[in-house]
């Protein structure tokens, strides 16, 4: 029988001017950007926190403190492929991910197909094995009233025998 974990992740980010808008390692062009210490790519960080809960070793914060101006405006792919190294090094490989980003605007679809190939080339997997949604929260909450986008994510590992 082969052995596998599930992780599951969230994220969320505040939308402010003067920043860039960066989900899934793709830049969007929008008159907001995420507010965080990092490029604050909401995807990115819910499946590096689905990768490490897996596992159970924490979550994002403890391998990369926003207090830490090491990681201030880091490229977050570059902190998701060093937690994939980490889950490589406990024995076990990404069998599959599968995301949603929750996002009044601006609208995503012209956007998934890139965010998938960024993402799977970061990790080396194949993008049928990187699943993105994106849906809106039909104006409700802080992400409906478009002060924020969030992100949820699962992800399944395989012991790497």
């Known amino acids: 029988m082969t052995n596998i ?5 969230y994220d969320i980010h505040r939308l402010v001017s003067d920043r860039p ?13 995420l507010l965080g210490h990092s490029d604050a790519d909401v995807l990115t960080h819910a499946i590096m926190d689905a990768l490490l809960g897996a596992l159970s070793l924490g979550d994002i914060g403890h391998y990369f403190p926003p207090t830490d101006d090491k990681w201030k405006g880091a490229d977050s792919v570059v902190l998701l492929t060093e937690v994939d190294r980490l889950v490589q090094a406990k024995g076990w490989k990404i069998g599959n991910i599968d995301s949603v980003i929750v996002a009044e605007r601006p609208k995503l679809k012209p956007h998934i197909q890139a965010m998938r190939d960024r993402l799977a080339t970061a990790l080396h997997l194949q993008p049928d094995q990187v699943g993105i949604k994106a849906t809106t929260n039909e104006t409700l909450d802080a992400t409906g009233r478009e002060e924020g986008i969030s992100a949820y994510a699962v992800v399944l590992l395989v012991e790497n025998r």
């Open 21 to 33: 808008l960066i989900l899934g390692g793709v830049k969007i062009e929008h008159e907001l950007g």
């Open 5 to 9: 974990r599930i992780g599951n992740g």
